[in-house]
């Protein structure tokens, strides 16, 4: 008999959290549509000459059909109007978005040789995912809410050409994946590369902490403390993810990161994907911190916003039970990404700080 209650009492949650649609509203009159994402992924298989592609190992992994999932779109979609879809799709959600205006679109380059005859050319055959900078440049100039964000890995042959082309077709930032991308951003002979991207004023978002979205991935290459080298040579950087997962040489990444934060005037942090069950309590400990938290940019990580990897369920000693019923029925991605982050106490300061203004 207990267990037919229980099985009831889940079945009424169940339905009073899905029949309903709370607005962002409700928890923040005043915050209004100013928010700029600036972490979001795509991805695609080549459909409609997009360039795009995943490694058969990610095609076959079993996060392949969650992501898919995740972004609304299936392998069939894809194939019959194109990979550019799920870009229509997001640019449609966003502006849906109570909160959120604008995100920035992430490219994705590839696993490059770094030694051997081989070096500065793409491995295919280790490239989990590549989005390249031409379609996410063409794609963006078609919404207006989205921007551009490039990828380039420092060791191809012409990284310095790509990377003034880049800032030409308008890119907001470089993003990489070092542990994925085979890129070691302390490797003095990047110098030139973070140079001239000091010079153009172009940030480096750049993953920060053990990376676990990926079938493989190269731990030791995403120590905050490699990033000392672009930071010294006048690089903006942005930490993704504030070092919340994994450790460096036997210390917590959060931690390693912390100390580099107060002495390094150039180095920011984004707080994307910090509401997600491994990174539990991480947010509410930045927080407290003022200078971190005076250096926090708004970010999702989209599309790793999806139940069980996020739930307003996690933070419960951090947040109410009203506030955990209300971010729940939020249907919106983006706004229930902002209320979550709001009922953790981020204030709305950090919520519509971007790379944008780093760059003006």
């Given at each position: 008999?207990?267990?037919i209650?229980?099985?009831v009492?889940?079945?009424?949650?169940?339905?009073?959290?899905?029949?309903r649609?709370?607005?962002?509203?409700a928890?923040?009159?005043?915050?209004?549509k100013?928010?700029?994402d600036?972490?979001?992924?795509?991805?695609?298989l080549?459909y409609g000459?997009?360039?795009?592609?995943v490694?058969?190992?990610?095609h076959?992994?079993?996060?392949f059909?969650?992501?898919?999932?995740?972004?609304?779109?299936s392998?069939?979609?894809l194939?019959?109007?194109?990979d550019k879809?799920?870009?229509r799709?997001?640019?449609?959600?966003i502006?849906?978005s109570?909160?959120?205006?604008k995100a920035?679109?992430?490219a994705?380059?590839g696993?490059?040789?770094?030694i051997?005859e081989?070096?500065?050319?793409?491995?295919?055959?280790?490239?989990?995912?590549y989005?390249p900078?031409?379609?996410i440049a063409?794609?963006?100039?078609?919404y207006?809410?989205?921007?551009f964000?490039?990828?380039i890995?420092?060791?191809r042959?012409?990284?310095?050409?790509?990377?003034?082309?880049?800032?030409?077709?308008g890119?907001?930032?470089?993003?990489?994946i070092?542990?994925?991308?085979?890129?070691d951003?302390?490797?003095?002979?990047?110098s030139?590369?973070?140079?001239?991207m000091?010079?153009?004023k172009i940030?480096?978002?750049?993953?920060?902490?053990m990376?676990k979205s990926f079938?493989?991935?190269i731990d030791?290459?995403a120590?905050?403390?490699?990033?000392?080298?672009?930071?010294?040579?006048g690089?903006?950087?942005?930490?993704?993810h504030?070092?919340?997962?994994?450790?460096?040489?036997?210390?917590?990444n959060f931690e390693r990161?912390?100390?580099?934060l107060?002495?390094?005037?150039?180095?920011?942090v984004?707080i994307s994907?910090?509401?997600q069950?491994n990174k539990?309590?991480?947010l509410t400990k930045?927080?407290?911190?003022?200078v971190i938290?005076?250096k926090?940019?708004?970010?999702t990580?989209w599309p790793?916003q999806?139940?069980?990897?996020m739930?307003p369920?996690?933070h419960?000693?951090?947040i109410?039970?009203?506030d955990?019923?209300h971010v729940?029925?939020?249907?919106?991605?983006?706004d229930?990404?902002?209320?979550l982050?709001?009922?953790?106490s981020v204030?709305n300061?950090?919520?519509?700080?971007s790379?944008?203004d780093l760059v003006?």
């Amino acid at each position: 008999m207990k267990k037919i209650i229980l099985l009831v009492l889940v079945l009424i949650f169940t339905f009073f959290m899905f029949s309903r649609d709370y607005k962002l509203e409700a928890l923040d009159p005043g915050l209004g549509k100013t928010i700029i994402d600036t972490h979001v992924h795509v991805a695609g298989l080549g459909y409609g000459d997009s360039g795009c592609f995943v490694s058969s190992e990610m095609h076959d992994n079993f996060r392949f059909p969650v992501y898919l999932w995740a972004m609304n779109v299936s392998e069939e979609e894809l194939q019959e109007k194109g990979d550019k879809v799920l870009i229509r799709k997001l640019s449609k959600n966003i502006e849906q978005s109570e909160s959120v205006s604008k995100a920035v679109i992430l490219a994705m380059d590839g696993y490059i040789e770094t030694i051997g005859e081989k070096a500065g050319l793409l491995n295919k055959d280790k490239t989990q995912i590549y989005v390249p900078n031409e379609y996410i440049a063409k794609e963006v100039l078609n919404y207006d809410n989205l921007l551009f964000g490039a990828s380039i890995h420092p060791a191809r042959k012409d990284a310095l050409q790509r990377l003034r082309k880049a800032k030409q077709q308008g890119a907001i930032l470089v993003k990489w994946i070092p542990s994925v991308m085979n890129i070691d951003p302390a490797d003095e002979k990047y110098s030139e590369f973070y140079k001239l991207m000091a010079e153009l004023k172009i940030p480096l978002l750049t993953h920060t902490g053990m990376e676990k979205s990926f079938s493989t991935a190269i731990d030791e290459l995403a120590d905050p403390k490699r990033l000392i080298l672009p930071l010294e040579l006048g690089v903006t950087v942005i930490a993704a993810h504030i070092a919340t997962t994994g450790e460096s040489d036997g210390q917590d990444n959060f931690e390693r990161i912390k100390p580099m934060l107060h002495n390094h005037p150039n180095l920011y942090v984004d707080i994307s994907s910090l509401t997600q069950l491994n990174k539990v309590n991480y947010l509410t400990k930045a927080l407290s911190d003022g200078v971190i938290q005076s250096k926090m940019i708004f970010g999702t990580d989209w599309p790793l916003q999806f139940f069980p990897l996020m739930s307003p369920w996690y933070h419960i000693n951090h947040i109410s039970l009203r506030d955990a019923f209300h971010v729940g029925g939020i249907r919106n991605q983006w706004d229930r990404d902002v209320a979550l982050k709001k009922a953790l106490s981020v204030p709305n300061n950090v919520l519509e700080r971007s790379v944008v203004d780093l760059v003006q």
